[in-house]
């Protein structure tokens, strides 16, 4: 049955208590943050189930981000995966997700969901693994395994509904070279392909969201379809698939289950805001969360880099959340250092997309402030105001007290300029090199 009381359905009645605080986090009035989850265009993750840090996602909130962890057949490290955790929410990670493939799924989800975080999953995984492969997985144990996941509260799951066979007929009349890159979607087309029969999330979808009520868990509606390289970009599979997504979007919502849209892949740089924004339109303005969007394929090592650039580019067309990628993207298993470098990456480019999302934009306080900081070579303010202002200090610092950076020296324009025009604060950037040379 459908729950009455979901968030969505709430909202309807005015702010629910627990949201206030969320709101006004945000810059948001609450009524009007209600109303954007009454209307779908925001959503909060919040299994019923568990009790946590409140992550608000979409139209005039804060770019988010989502750091993946987890297990792997080859390599499975259930402490490990918990220090990546760690370490990617003591970097600014908003939510993250436990992909585990390897080891004990039940208790390693368990632990995973005693952060103080939005946690989601994809329980497409899990089925497989117990049905030993793809083909073999089934509408009873992928329901199964979807309700347990839902009933351990997790808050958001990733469900490839989208992956049907007419986004599978398109695959097949207009081929791409990389295929199918999602896992998810590559186990769907494996469960039509060997039944012959449609995708058990498309074909019962009333079913799915059944279950997604009974614990208010949020659907985050998976691009398995998405391009897995350039060349893949303007292939067929990923538009029937984003017209999939937009009828289940708003079924979703007609039956109060929050949710968001996932998407869209790898595509040229010219071509991100164009799929944003005709995905938000398909959509009614879901939330949107992407992986990159990466907008190159020959820079492996370096691909956190190139989701930044698509993420934040992504941004000025109205994405809402962005998941990490790591610097060993499309190479191996993430490590602890990975996963530091890909959040922190990940966060700056979150933050340029506040700065074309939010009222204030650029002119925020803290860039406002930071100006103010260099123009004064107030370093002590800086390393404050920074995003990762330990790791600024030691670049600052290594080359000894310098009342300047160590590049200009005696040269720096902003010394000169300020001794020109007396604005400088005298003695205060010396003092200040000094207090961190020490």
Known sequence: MFL?????????????????????????????????IEAGRIVVPANLKRVHRKCAIGEGCQVKINVNIGTSGTRCDPALEEEKAKVALSNGADAIMDLSTGGDLVAIRKKILAFDTTIGTVPVYEAVRRAGNARDVDADLLFRVIREHCAQGVDFLTLHCGVNRQALAALRSDPRIMGVVSRGGSFHCAMMMQRDEENPLYAE??????ILAEYDVTISLGDGMRPGCLQDAEKLAKSVEYITLGTLAKQALAKGVQRMIEGPGHMPLDQVGYNVRMIKEITDHAPLYLLGPLVTDIAPGYDHIVAAIGGATACMAGADFLCMVSPSEHLALPDVADIIEGTRVAKIAAHIGDTVRKHEGWRMEREVQMAEARHELDWDAQFRLALFGDHARKIHCRDGDMETCSMCGDLCAIKVVNELFGTAKKGEGKKKGKKQAT
């Open 4 to 36: 009455m009381d979901s968030l969505i359905r709430r909202c309807a009645s005015g702010v629910p208590p627990e949201l206030e605080a969320v709101a006004r986090a945000e810059g948001m009035d609450p009524a009007r943050f209600a109303r954007g």
């Open 205 to 210: 979808y009333d079913y799915l969201l059944e």
